[in-house]
């Protein structure tokens, strides 16, 4: 087990999930145990900017691989990308949805501050990312990086909205929010697979095509540093592996017989089982990128950050974290979170820092060498001063907010709204679980980030009357 305090390990896992953890993964268990992580005192600055891979994994919950707890997937080659870097434990997306905490990311701000964030997911072409706001491909682009988006957009659908109107010099992939993963009907009930901004027309198992792609991609010969943002839809829903065809042939006939979010919901389908094997698969497929990483020779001095969008959903394991999808409980935004960066960071670490999706944005803007646009703040902070001068991560409250939640991180302190009004206060640092609420015990300090969380709010876009 890693050497890290009792009141740290307890409220992140409790107790029943220790064993779990320690022998969770063949990988992690043929490896010497993490350390807490550290700066690496001396490293050299590469010659060159490093390149950015940042792999997105959708609705994958905080414990669904093997290296975060899971007794019952085995993601051998997460695990390993995990133990040559940095395991975060208290990693969190931006939001409790898909398209919000994309906002999040492609733009390190709250969700709120764009009319296109308010949509929780989107969901029609009437709104999305406006192309006229900086993203971190087009500052990165500015700044001399080459830029690609595989995989799932949903950040808006054309004519109006597109990676390659945001910064993104290529685009392969699906604009929508899901898709069945054979006919690529999307959630809009049309086909919804393109390169650039035309029909790509492949009805193969869409894991494997985005995944050939990314390979291509990384095993160019580039005359430049990259970004790639490499967004699997796995493991989102309708529950299908590659052995799947006939099942996703019945979604696609109801998705053409008008019954699209019934359809793609898939909500008479899935197993534990069906959700493990597609969990496997998205390893696998990360397992081949890396591998095609590590053949072109970039590996070395390459920041590859895994993610999840969000927290898990029907068949996720989340233990010991309450709620999931859509929630501001742990189980609907803390996500795992892995960085590697040989040329920089050394191996077999964990961090128990809390970061989120914004603070990456600012993050490899800075490793980048590029400024963020000072008409468009950044809400989330760099971790470069971190992860490479021994600084600590700078201090700062963690805010969220979806219709019907709220939700306020300071230190160990997590205020929370439910969807009934009530107000929640709780100390994360020894209840993860989010079970033990201490608003009556601690009325000042529930007050006094209720006004925090407002005075953020107060700056945000106002939701659309409902």
């Known amino acids: ?108 701000r709250f969700p709120g501050r764009a009319k296109g964030g308010l949509a929780e997911p989107l969901g029609n072409r009437s709104q999305g990312l406006d192309p006229d706001h900086p993203t971190l491909a087009s500052l990165l682009k500015r700044a001399g990086y080459a830029t690609a988006l595989i995989g799932k957009w949903h950040c808006g659908w054309l004519p109006d909205y597109s990676p390659t109107k945001s910064g993104w010099d290529e685009f392969f992939g699906n604009f929508g929010g899901a898709l069945e993963y054979f006919s690529k009907l999307g959630q809009l009930g049309d086909y919804d697979l393109y390169e650039g901004d035309s029909t790509y027309q492949d009805l ?62 898939h909500s008479d ?28 020779g970039q590996e070395e001095n390459t920041v590859v950050v ?12 989340q233990w010991p974290l309450s709620g999931g999808k859509s929630e501001l409980l742990e189980g609907g935004i803390r996500v795992p979170t892995i960085l590697r960066w040989p040329a920089r960071v050394d191996a077999r670490q964990v961090s128990h820092e809390p970061v989120y999706s914004p603070d990456w944005t600012a993050t490899l803007l800075e490793l980048g060498g590029a400024r963020p646009d000072p008409a468009y703040p950044l809400d ?28 306020l991180r300071r230190g160990d302190w997590k205020y929370y709204r439910d969807a009934d009004g009530g107000d929640h206060l709780y100390d994360l640092g020894t209840d993860a679980r989010e079970q033990a609420d201490l608003a009556a015990v ?3 300090l529930l007050a006094e980030l209720r006004a925090a969380w407002e005075r953020v709010d107060g700056g945000l876009l106002p939701y659309p009357a409902s």
């Open 1 to 108: 087990m890693p050497e890290i305090s009792r009141r740290v390990f307890g409220g992140l896992l409790g107790g029943g999930a220790v064993g779990a953890v320690a022998g969770a993964s063949d990988t992690a268990a043929a490896s010497p145990a993490e350390r807490p992580f550290r700066t690496r005192p001396g490293a050299a600055r590469p010659r060159r900017r490093p390149n950015i891979l940042f792999i997105l994994g959708d609705d994958l919950g905080w414990a669904d691989l093997s290296s975060y707890g899971a007794p019952h997937i085995r993601t051998p080659h997460l695990d390993r990308l995990a133990a040559q870097g940095v395991r975060f434990t208290q990693g969190y997306s931006g939001s409790a949805t898909c398209s919000p905490t994309r906002f999040s990311l492609y733009t390190g």
């Open 204 to 265: 193969r198992y869409y894991t494997t095509v985005l995944t050939e792609r990314a390979v291509e991609y990384v095993g160019r010969d580039h005359d430049r540093p990259w970004l790639l943002n490499l967004n699997f839809t796995t493991p989102h829903w309708p529950w299908l592996t590659e052995d799947d065809e006939e099942t996703g042939a019945e979604i696609a006939a109801r998705v053409r017989a008008g019954k699209v979010l019934g359809g793609l919901r």
């Open 269 to 296: 389908g899935g197993s534990v089982e069906k959700y493990r094997e597609m969990v496997r698969g998205l390893d696998a497929s990360v397992g081949e990128v890396l591998g095609a990483l590590r053949r072109s």
């Open 306 to 317: 895994f993610a999840s969008d969000n927290g898990g959903e029907r068949f996720s394991y």
């Open 380 to 407: 989330g902070h760099s971790l470069a001063g971190y992860l490479l001068r021994g600084e600590d991560v700078p201090g700062r409250d963690l805010f969220w907010r979806v219709r019907g939640n709220r939700a």
């Open 442 to 444: 601690r009325p000042e």
